[in-house]
């Protein structure tokens, strides 16, 4: 009987792989909370999509584990392009950080496409004494963990950013993770942790509030949201660059023709003006090109890019 009832399953998701596609919604599971860089994205590419495709495509956030509750809901699903996955830097560090996870975070997905990429403010709240970079990486060494950093987690895309910080001026803080980006900035505003280089989505309203202060941004070119804030390059971390990118995956075993249709909607998106001004407007950066040859190299570089990195500096 369980057996009749696995090959009913089976055939009747085959069949419909074969079949119009899509022919129901398509749910994309975002790997953080809402409100974050990955997640505002998702969105924004999923009212497109819904358009493009003719049915409806939504959005479900599961966050936790670096990332891994979300890739492995998707890495257990059915590959007939119902089921996507749009996820950030953490899915190229899980082997470092969480190696007793069941599936593969390159061999049971099928890559689809590079999304975008949203470079980070370095900012702190206006408890923290410090005027400038310079007087914050000074107050930090000579106060060792005295100050809390908060983030979306281990192996998050601020996370490890914040850890090459680390790395880069010998500063040393006291990590604190959270859900979602915006619960970790919510406790910035209020002065619970001291600083957060996160996405400039979410901490550059609360910088033109004066709730908070810049020091810096991440991207090698300064940001047109906060023309006046300097980079980390500029600063004399030569060639510094981190941001939280986002990618779409599928299941393994996808049929090429669903990933095809899959990224011509994503294509379309990207090249409407509507939804390019809104990625500027929202300070993310245009993927340099789409398409699963591109993402998987992509997702090659990072891995060793940034796999050391979350090797080396854990979970804690």
Same mark, same amino acid.
């Not at 505002?40 to 009212?47: D, F, K």
């Not at 004399?236 to 990224?263: C, H, Y």
């Given at each position: 009987?369980?057996? @009749?009832?696995?090959?009913?399953?089976?055939?009747?998701?085959?069949?419909?792989?074969?079949?119009?596609?899509?022919?129901?919604?398509?749910?994309?599971?975002?790997?953080? *909370?809402?409100?974050?860089?990955?997640?505002?994205?998702?969105?924004?590419?999923?009212?497109?999509?819904?358009?493009?495709?003719? /049915?409806?495509?939504?959005?479900?956030? /599961?966050?936790? @584990?670096?990332?891994?509750? @979300?890739?492995?809901?998707?890495? =257990?699903? $059915?590959?007939?392009?119902?089921?996507?996955?749009?996820?950030?830097?953490?899915?190229?560090?899980?082997?470092?950080?969480?190696?007793?996870?069941?599936?593969?975070?390159?061999?049971?997905?099928?890559?689809?496409?590079?999304?975008?990429?949203?470079?980070?403010?370095?900012?702190?709240?206006?408890?923290?004494?410090?005027?400038?970079?310079?007087?914050?990486?000074?107050?930090?060494?000579?106060?060792?963990?005295?100050?809390?950093?908060?983030?979306? *987690?281990? *192996?998050?895309?601020?996370?490890?950013?914040?850890?090459?910080? +680390?790395?880069?001026?010998?500063?040393?803080?006291?990590?604190?993770?959270? =859900?979602?980006?915006?619960?970790?900035?919510?406790?910035?505003?209020?002065?619970?942790?001291?600083?957060?280089?996160?996405?400039?989505?979410?901490? $550059?309203?609360?910088?033109?509030?004066?709730?908070?202060?810049?020091?810096?941004?991440?991207?090698?070119?300064?940001? =047109?949201?906060?023309?006046?804030?300097?980079?980390?390059?500029?600063?004399?971390?030569?060639?510094?660059?981190?941001?939280?990118?986002?990618?779409?995956? +599928?299941?393994?075993?996808?049929? =090429?023709?669903?990933?095809? /249709?899959?990224? *011509?909607?994503?294509?379309?998106?990207?090249?409407?003006?509507?939804?390019?001004?809104?990625?500027?407007?929202?300070?993310?950066?245009?993927?340099?090109?789409?398409?699963?040859?591109?993402? +998987?190299?992509?997702?090659?570089?990072?891995?060793? /890019?940034?796999?050391?990195?979350?090797?080396?500096?854990?979970?804690?």
């Amino acid at each position: 009987m369980g057996a @009749a009832l696995t090959l009913s399953v089976s055939a009747g998701s085959l069949a419909r792989a074969q079949g119009a596609y899509p022919d129901k919604p398509v749910r994309v599971t975002v790997s953080y *909370g809402p409100g974050g860089a990955i997640d505002v994205v998702a969105r924004i590419l999923a009212e497109h999509m819904t358009n493009t495709l003719g /049915k409806p495509v939504l959005v479900d956030n /599961k966050p936790g @584990a670096g990332s891994t509750i @979300a890739a492995e809901t998707i890495a =257990r699903s $059915v590959p007939d392009g119902y089921s996507l996955l749009v996820t950030g830097m953490a899915h190229s560090v899980i082997p470092e950080l969480f190696p007793q996870v069941t599936f593969d975070p390159v061999k049971s997905f099928q890559p689809i496409s590079h999304l975008g990429v949203m470079p980070f403010v370095l900012a702190i709240h206006p408890a923290v004494p410090a005027t400038d970079f310079a007087s914050f990486i000074a107050y930090m060494k000579a106060n060792p963990n005295a100050i809390n950093c908060g983030s979306a *987690g281990p *192996g998050s895309s601020a996370d490890l950013g914040q850890m090459l910080l +680390a790395k880069r001026t010998a500063i040393e803080f006291v990590r604190v993770p959270y =859900r979602s980006t915006p619960a970790a900035m919510n406790d910035l505003v209020a002065g619970r942790v001291g600083f957060m280089m996160d996405s400039q989505n979410v901490l $550059v309203p609360h910088v033109k509030s004066g709730a908070l202060r810049a020091l810096a941004v991440s991207s090698l070119e300064r940001s =047109r949201l906060l023309p006046d804030v300097p980079t980390l390059d500029e600063l004399g971390l030569k060639g510094f660059e981190a941001g939280s990118w986002q990618a779409m995956l +599928a299941p393994a075993g996808t049929p =090429r023709r669903i990933v095809d /249709k899959i990224i *011509g909607s994503i294509e379309a998106a990207l090249n409407d003006p509507a939804i390019s001004n809104r990625y500027i407007e929202l300070g993310y950066q245009l993927p340099r090109k789409v398409g699963p040859e591109a993402l +998987a190299a992509f997702l090659a570089v990072e891995a060793a /890019k940034w796999g050391p990195l979350a090797k080396a500096t854990g979970t804690g």
